[in-house]
Protein backbone atom coordinates (compact mmCIF):
# COMPACT_ATOMS: atom_id res chain seq x y z
CA UNK A 1 0.00 0.00 0.00
CA UNK A 2 1.13 3.33 -1.20
CA UNK A 3 0.68 6.88 0.73
CA UNK A 4 1.32 10.23 -0.70
CA UNK A 5 1.68 13.57 0.05
CA UNK A 6 2.68 17.01 -1.73
CA UNK A 7 5.14 19.44 -0.34
CA UNK A 8 3.16 22.45 0.01
CA UNK A 9 5.96 24.67 2.36
CA UNK A 10 9.13 23.80 3.29
CA UNK A 11 9.20 26.98 4.99
CA UNK A 12 12.16 28.65 2.78
CA UNK A 13 14.59 26.72 4.64
CA UNK A 14 15.86 22.89 4.62
CA UNK A 15 13.27 20.27 5.07
CA UNK A 16 14.45 17.09 5.54
CA UNK A 17 12.10 14.29 4.84
CA UNK A 18 12.50 12.97 8.31
CA UNK A 19 11.18 16.18 9.86
CA UNK A 20 8.49 15.93 6.98
CA UNK A 21 7.31 12.45 7.83
CA UNK A 22 7.29 13.42 11.55
CA UNK A 23 5.45 16.40 10.88
CA UNK A 24 3.09 13.82 9.34
CA UNK A 25 2.47 11.36 12.57
CA UNK A 26 4.87 8.93 10.94
CA UNK A 27 6.37 7.11 13.79
CA UNK A 28 10.24 5.54 13.83
CA UNK A 29 8.76 2.60 14.66
CA UNK A 30 6.58 2.63 11.23
CA UNK A 31 9.75 3.48 9.68
CA UNK A 32 11.65 0.67 10.89
CA UNK A 33 9.24 -1.42 9.48
CA UNK A 34 9.91 0.63 6.31
CA UNK A 35 13.25 0.30 6.14
CA UNK A 36 13.70 -3.38 7.24
CA UNK A 37 10.83 -5.32 6.30
CA UNK A 38 10.32 -4.52 2.03
CA UNK A 39 8.59 -0.75 1.85
CA UNK A 40 10.16 2.32 0.44
CA UNK A 41 10.71 5.86 0.44
CA UNK A 42 10.23 7.85 -2.62
CA UNK A 43 10.44 11.50 -3.88
CA UNK A 44 9.59 12.60 -7.42
CA UNK A 45 9.57 8.39 -7.74
CA UNK A 46 13.01 8.13 -7.22
CA UNK A 47 14.19 6.13 -4.39
CA UNK A 48 15.46 8.09 -1.28
CA UNK A 49 16.63 8.19 2.19
CA UNK A 50 15.20 9.83 5.34
CA UNK A 51 18.28 13.02 5.14
CA UNK A 52 17.17 13.94 1.56
CA UNK A 53 15.92 17.47 1.20
CA UNK A 54 12.63 18.15 -0.29
CA UNK A 55 11.24 21.54 -1.26
CA UNK A 56 7.73 22.88 -2.50
CA UNK A 57 5.69 20.93 -4.82
CA UNK A 58 7.84 17.48 -4.16
CA UNK A 59 5.50 14.17 -4.21
CA UNK A 60 6.63 11.72 -1.06
CA UNK A 61 5.75 8.50 -1.45
CA UNK A 62 6.06 5.86 1.15
CA UNK A 63 4.97 2.46 0.70
CA UNK A 64 3.88 0.10 3.51
CA UNK A 65 5.66 -3.09 3.80
CA UNK A 66 2.90 -6.60 3.74
CA UNK A 67 1.75 -7.32 7.25
CA UNK A 68 1.22 -11.35 7.52
CA UNK A 69 -1.43 -12.98 10.11
CA UNK A 70 -0.30 -13.50 13.68
CA UNK A 71 -0.71 -17.69 13.92
CA UNK A 72 -1.20 -17.02 17.48
CA UNK A 73 -4.12 -15.74 16.80
CA UNK A 74 -7.27 -18.28 15.56
CA UNK A 75 -9.91 -17.76 12.86
CA UNK A 76 -13.15 -17.67 13.79
CA UNK A 77 -16.27 -17.10 11.17
CA UNK A 78 -19.52 -16.57 13.55
CA UNK A 79 -21.71 -13.02 12.58
CA UNK A 80 -19.36 -9.62 12.22
CA UNK A 81 -21.73 -6.87 11.47
CA UNK A 82 -19.60 -4.48 9.17
CA UNK A 83 -21.03 -0.63 9.98
CA UNK A 84 -18.30 0.99 8.08
CA UNK A 85 -15.25 0.19 5.79
CA UNK A 86 -12.49 1.70 3.44
CA UNK A 87 -9.06 0.31 2.61
CA UNK A 88 -7.78 1.67 5.68
CA UNK A 89 -11.04 0.98 8.40
CA UNK A 90 -13.07 -1.71 9.56
CA UNK A 91 -16.08 -0.06 11.97
CA UNK A 92 -17.74 -3.20 13.26
CA UNK A 93 -21.05 -2.79 15.12
CA UNK A 94 -20.09 -5.30 18.35
CA UNK A 95 -22.47 -7.77 20.07
CA UNK A 96 -22.81 -7.76 23.43
CA UNK A 97 -21.46 -11.23 25.53
CA UNK A 98 -18.63 -11.02 22.96
CA UNK A 99 -15.17 -10.11 24.10
CA UNK A 100 -13.34 -7.50 22.10
CA UNK A 101 -10.00 -9.34 21.93
CA UNK A 102 -8.56 -13.07 23.24
CA UNK A 103 -7.79 -13.68 26.90
CA UNK A 104 -7.24 -16.65 29.38
CA UNK A 105 -11.27 -16.95 30.00
CA UNK A 106 -12.37 -15.95 26.08
CA UNK A 107 -9.44 -17.66 23.85
CA UNK A 108 -11.25 -18.16 20.35
CA UNK A 109 -14.68 -16.40 19.79
CA UNK A 110 -13.69 -12.57 20.07
CA UNK A 111 -14.12 -10.07 17.77
CA UNK A 112 -10.54 -9.81 16.96
CA UNK A 113 -11.02 -13.99 16.01
CA UNK A 114 -14.16 -12.70 13.58
CA UNK A 115 -11.92 -9.85 11.80
CA UNK A 116 -9.05 -12.37 11.06
CA UNK A 117 -11.84 -14.78 9.72
CA UNK A 118 -13.20 -12.05 7.38
CA UNK A 119 -9.64 -10.74 6.67
CA UNK A 120 -8.43 -14.15 5.24
CA UNK A 121 -12.27 -14.92 3.38
CA UNK A 122 -11.39 -11.47 1.48
CA UNK A 123 -8.17 -11.81 0.88
CA UNK A 124 -6.95 -8.54 1.90
CA UNK A 125 -3.29 -7.89 1.65
CA UNK A 126 -2.34 -6.64 4.89
CA UNK A 127 -3.27 -9.84 7.36
CA UNK A 128 -2.32 -8.15 10.75
CA UNK A 129 -5.35 -7.15 12.80
CA UNK A 130 -4.96 -3.92 14.43
CA UNK A 131 -7.35 -3.15 17.16
CA UNK A 132 -8.01 0.18 17.67
CA UNK A 133 -10.32 0.42 20.54
CA UNK A 134 -12.19 -1.87 22.61
CA UNK A 135 -15.10 -2.44 24.60
CA UNK A 136 -16.33 -4.31 27.82
CA UNK A 137 -17.34 -7.90 26.79
CA UNK A 138 -20.95 -7.36 27.96
CA UNK A 139 -20.86 -3.70 26.57
CA UNK A 140 -22.24 -3.25 22.48
CA UNK A 141 -21.55 -0.87 19.94
CA UNK A 142 -18.62 0.70 17.39
CA UNK A 143 -15.57 -0.47 17.72
CA UNK A 144 -12.29 0.40 15.26
CA UNK A 145 -10.25 -1.86 13.80
CA UNK A 146 -7.26 -0.75 11.71
CA UNK A 147 -6.27 -2.91 8.36
CA UNK A 148 -2.60 -1.29 8.67
CA UNK A 149 -0.18 -0.27 11.13
CA UNK A 150 -0.40 3.40 9.47
CA UNK A 151 -3.92 3.75 9.99
CA UNK A 152 -3.84 1.90 13.36
CA UNK A 153 -1.08 4.90 13.98
CA UNK A 154 -3.00 7.58 12.18
CA UNK A 155 -6.27 6.87 14.46
CA UNK A 156 -4.53 6.37 18.08
CA UNK A 157 -2.79 10.18 17.60
CA UNK A 158 -6.64 11.47 16.97
CA UNK A 159 -8.16 9.45 20.60
CA UNK A 160 -4.46 11.05 22.02
CA UNK A 161 -4.78 15.07 20.33
CA UNK A 162 -8.74 14.41 22.00
CA UNK A 163 -10.43 14.76 18.40
CA UNK A 164 -12.70 11.66 18.46
CA UNK A 165 -15.96 11.85 19.98
CA UNK A 166 -17.12 9.23 21.18
CA UNK A 167 -20.99 8.88 22.40
CA UNK A 168 -22.42 6.19 24.69
CA UNK A 169 -26.40 5.38 25.54
CA UNK A 170 -26.76 4.11 29.08
CA UNK A 171 -29.91 3.73 31.21
CA UNK A 172 -28.74 4.53 34.70
CA UNK A 173 -30.57 3.59 38.26
CA UNK A 174 -32.89 6.79 39.72
CA UNK A 175 -33.86 9.56 38.41
CA UNK A 176 -30.54 11.41 37.85
CA UNK A 177 -30.82 15.00 37.75
CA UNK A 178 -29.21 17.62 36.82
CA UNK A 179 -30.26 17.50 33.14
CA UNK A 180 -26.81 18.20 31.73
CA UNK A 181 -23.52 17.34 34.01
CA UNK A 182 -19.84 15.50 34.44
CA UNK A 183 -18.40 13.67 36.88
CA UNK A 184 -14.95 14.36 37.26
CA UNK A 185 -13.23 11.86 39.85
CA UNK A 186 -10.04 10.05 39.39
CA UNK A 187 -10.32 6.10 39.04
CA UNK A 188 -7.97 3.56 39.86
CA UNK A 189 -8.20 -0.39 40.50
CA UNK A 190 -9.88 -1.26 43.89
CA UNK A 191 -7.82 -3.31 45.90
CA UNK A 192 -9.14 -6.36 46.14
CA UNK A 193 -9.67 -7.16 42.55
CA UNK A 194 -7.36 -7.31 39.46
CA UNK A 195 -10.82 -6.52 37.25
CA UNK A 196 -12.54 -3.58 39.30
CA UNK A 197 -11.95 -0.51 39.80
CA UNK A 198 -13.35 2.45 42.02
CA UNK A 199 -13.31 6.31 42.40
CA UNK A 200 -9.87 7.60 44.07
CA UNK A 201 -7.88 10.34 45.09
CA UNK A 202 -4.68 7.87 43.71
CA UNK A 203 -6.30 7.27 40.56
CA UNK A 204 -5.71 8.57 37.03
CA UNK A 205 -8.08 12.18 36.12
CA UNK A 206 -11.13 10.59 34.66
CA UNK A 207 -13.98 12.78 33.49
CA UNK A 208 -17.21 11.28 31.93
CA UNK A 209 -19.90 14.06 30.39
CA UNK A 210 -23.62 13.24 30.39
CA UNK A 211 -27.11 14.48 29.28
CA UNK A 212 -30.34 13.31 30.07
CA UNK A 213 -32.50 11.96 27.32
CA UNK A 214 -35.53 10.71 29.16
CA UNK A 215 -37.01 9.83 32.99
CA UNK A 216 -38.56 6.52 34.02
CA UNK A 217 -40.28 5.54 37.17
CA UNK A 218 -36.99 4.82 38.81
CA UNK A 219 -34.79 5.12 36.05
CA UNK A 220 -33.19 7.65 33.91
CA UNK A 221 -32.21 7.11 29.85
CA UNK A 222 -28.34 9.18 29.41
CA UNK A 223 -26.29 9.87 26.32
CA UNK A 224 -22.57 10.07 27.50
CA UNK A 225 -19.27 11.59 25.85
CA UNK A 226 -15.96 10.35 27.30
CA UNK A 227 -13.11 13.00 28.14
CA UNK A 228 -11.00 10.32 29.34
CA UNK A 229 -10.99 6.46 28.37
CA UNK A 230 -10.00 4.54 31.76
CA UNK A 231 -11.17 0.57 32.02
CA UNK A 232 -14.82 0.82 32.88
CA UNK A 233 -15.14 4.16 33.06
CA UNK A 234 -18.85 5.07 33.01
CA UNK A 235 -19.86 2.23 34.65
CA UNK A 236 -17.61 3.31 37.93
CA UNK A 237 -18.68 7.11 37.38
CA UNK A 238 -21.94 6.43 37.54
CA UNK A 239 -22.16 3.79 40.10
CA UNK A 240 -20.32 6.27 42.16
CA UNK A 241 -23.22 9.07 42.49
CA UNK A 242 -25.51 6.42 43.11
CA UNK A 243 -26.85 6.06 39.51
CA UNK A 244 -25.17 2.57 38.65
CA UNK A 245 -26.27 1.11 35.05
CA UNK A 246 -29.34 -0.74 35.21
CA UNK A 247 -28.10 -4.80 34.70
CA UNK A 248 -24.46 -3.74 36.13
CA UNK A 249 -23.65 -6.71 38.57
CA UNK A 250 -20.74 -5.75 39.34
CA UNK A 251 -20.58 -2.19 40.05
CA UNK A 252 -24.52 -2.19 40.91
CA UNK A 253 -25.04 -1.98 44.39
CA UNK A 254 -27.60 -5.18 44.32
CA UNK A 255 -30.17 -3.13 42.68
CA UNK A 256 -33.00 -5.54 41.41
CA UNK A 257 -31.64 -6.82 38.01
CA UNK A 258 -33.64 -5.54 34.79
CA UNK A 259 -31.60 -7.22 32.07
CA UNK A 260 -28.65 -9.69 31.61
CA UNK A 261 -26.10 -7.00 31.03
CA UNK A 262 -24.81 -3.51 31.97
CA UNK A 263 -27.51 -1.21 29.87
CA UNK A 264 -24.73 0.37 27.81
CA UNK A 265 -23.91 1.03 24.15
CA UNK A 266 -21.60 2.83 22.13
CA UNK A 267 -23.67 4.48 19.77
CA UNK A 268 -21.67 7.00 17.88
CA UNK A 269 -18.23 8.02 16.73
CA UNK A 270 -17.10 11.38 14.56
CA UNK A 271 -14.30 12.39 13.50
CA UNK A 272 -11.90 13.21 10.73
CA UNK A 273 -10.87 10.73 8.59
CA UNK A 274 -6.93 10.23 8.99
CA UNK A 275 -6.42 9.59 5.02
CA UNK A 276 -9.15 11.58 3.20
CA UNK A 277 -9.64 14.19 5.56
CA UNK A 278 -13.57 13.84 5.86
CA UNK A 279 -15.91 14.16 8.48
CA UNK A 280 -17.36 11.07 9.21
CA UNK A 281 -20.02 9.60 12.13
CA UNK A 282 -20.16 6.10 12.69
CA UNK A 283 -23.55 5.02 14.48
CA UNK A 284 -24.79 1.54 15.68
CA UNK A 285 -28.57 1.40 16.44
CA UNK A 286 -29.77 0.44 20.07
CA UNK A 287 -29.43 -3.25 20.11
CA UNK A 288 -32.80 -4.88 20.47
CA UNK A 289 -32.31 -5.77 24.29
CA UNK A 290 -31.83 -2.36 25.05
CA UNK A 291 -34.77 -1.34 23.06
CA UNK A 292 -36.99 -3.84 25.08
CA UNK A 293 -35.53 -2.39 28.32
CA UNK A 294 -36.88 1.07 27.02
CA UNK A 295 -40.22 -0.17 25.94
CA UNK A 296 -40.76 -1.92 29.83
CA UNK A 297 -39.24 1.16 31.43
CA UNK A 298 -42.05 3.60 29.64
CA UNK A 299 -45.00 1.52 29.84
CA UNK A 300 -44.19 0.87 33.81
Known sequence: MEIEWIVENSNDGILLLRSFLKQNNISKRILSKVKFQGGSLKVNNEYVRVRHELKQGDKVSLTLPK??????????????????????????????????????????????????????????FHQTIHTVSRLDKDTSGVMIFAKHTLAHSFMDQLFKDKKVY?????????????????????????????????????GKQSKTEYWVLDHFEGSTKVKIQLHTGRTHQIRVHFSHIDHPLLGDTLYGHEQPKQMERQALHCHKLTFTHPFNKKEMTIQAPLPQDMVQLQMQLKNR
Do not use: C, Q, W
Not at 96 to 112: C, E, F, H, R
Not at 180 to 197: Q, W
Open 67 to 124: ETGSERLSSSHEKLEILFEDEHYLFINKPSNVASVPSSLYPTDTIANRIKGYIERMDY
Open 166 to 202: KEYIAFVSNTLTPLHGSIDAPIARADDSIIKRKVSPD
